[in-house]
């Protein structure tokens, strides 16, 4: 068959020749080749030195609990309605008590500062400019009130280790409640450190030392190093002025003697939603509820703690089922992706929250890769949503997804509890 040619169209040729303007801010022009968390950490990787890359990436003892969180995502089947007609996709919830413009927000993570310069205040004014919570940790390198103060507006939340110094916690509890703050986490599971072994291998120390090995390391990563000795100095800003060295502070914040009894006195003193982060049993959950709490995170901490502990995820449904009517269910561990955000809605969470990805943005672009992560996000929630036929987040249910179950118990009949 003979194809019929013609000379090329100049018109035509035109339009194909389009050449994208140069994009000449490096920090953009780096963002813009990063389409999905994944590829955010990769960059982090690449820009941030071997030791606090590690610290943010690792976990416990053999990783296996984050591993098997980051599988449990992946092993769902989604089930998309068909002929649902939506012209618009509406990604907010409310979640105790106010809105949230996402169905995510960012879990609170220490030495924020340490992983690139601009640390809370790039997290809390990204959150804030999207609509979405920012919870500050108790080893936060900013301090209550700045975070406050670069998110006069949105939502900012403080999480609590209540260390051995009980009055120094309860100082930072009135102080977050003077800020505004509106949602308090007490962290419950870490009564005694973790062990991270990548931590360990690599000789990493809070502030990072200059050895031969970190200086052969910086080489290639002039930028975090230059801005880490002329920016001010790093140290958990909310426990300053408190005496004792960093590594003092550390052996204060994990206290094996915490107690319900702690509750009952934070209780006392915070006038906002209290939520216990951490639980990881049926059984604690519906505990905790009893205790009267606003809300529970499922999480395993991203499997920083115990290894081998439950993988929220699957721990939801049954807690759902338990607790769901009596009480706001949250979780974490592993999410990294707008799709696991819209399982875990599916599956009955209230609310999902993310470490890691968060961190990788900011080690990736500073405020712009926060942002940049928040903007993957949103637009893998509304795809997942607009393909499965929900228009807004109360219409995800558990009909949209099937777990598949890749370990199960071999016998059930001995558990006397769980
Ligand atoms: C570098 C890092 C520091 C963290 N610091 C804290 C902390 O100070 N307090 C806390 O309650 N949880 C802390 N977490 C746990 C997170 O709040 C959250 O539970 C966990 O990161 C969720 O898993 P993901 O990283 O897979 O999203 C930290 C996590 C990371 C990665």
Redesign the pocket.
Known sequence: MSIKRQLPNPKELRELLKFKKPELDSVKRRLNKALTIDDLRRIAKRRTPKAPFD???GSAEGEIS?AR?RQAFEDIEFHPEILKPATEIDTSVQILGAPSALPFGI??????RM?QTEGEVAGASAAGAAGIPF?L????TVSIEEVKSVNPQGRNWF?L?VMKDREMSYSLVERAASAGFDTL?F?V??PIAGNRMRDTRNGFSIPPQLTAKTVLDAIPRPEWWINFLTTPQLEFASLANTGGTVSDLIGQVFDPTISEADLKIIRELWPGNIVV??VQTVADAQRMVDAGVDGI?L??????QLDRAPVPFHLLPEVVSAVGQHTTIML?????NGADVVAAHALGADFV?????W?YGLMAGGRAGVDKMIEIMDSEIRRTMGLLGASNVAELNPDHVTQFARLAPRNTTLSTKH
């Open positions: 610290y943010t990436d984050y969180a879990a609170p993570t220490g030495f924020s992983m919870t940790s108790t080893l936060g999480q280790y986490f962290t599971d870490t982060k951490g995170v999480s395993n901490h991203g499997g920083r974490d561990t592993g999410v990294t929250l993310v470490g890691r990805a961190l």
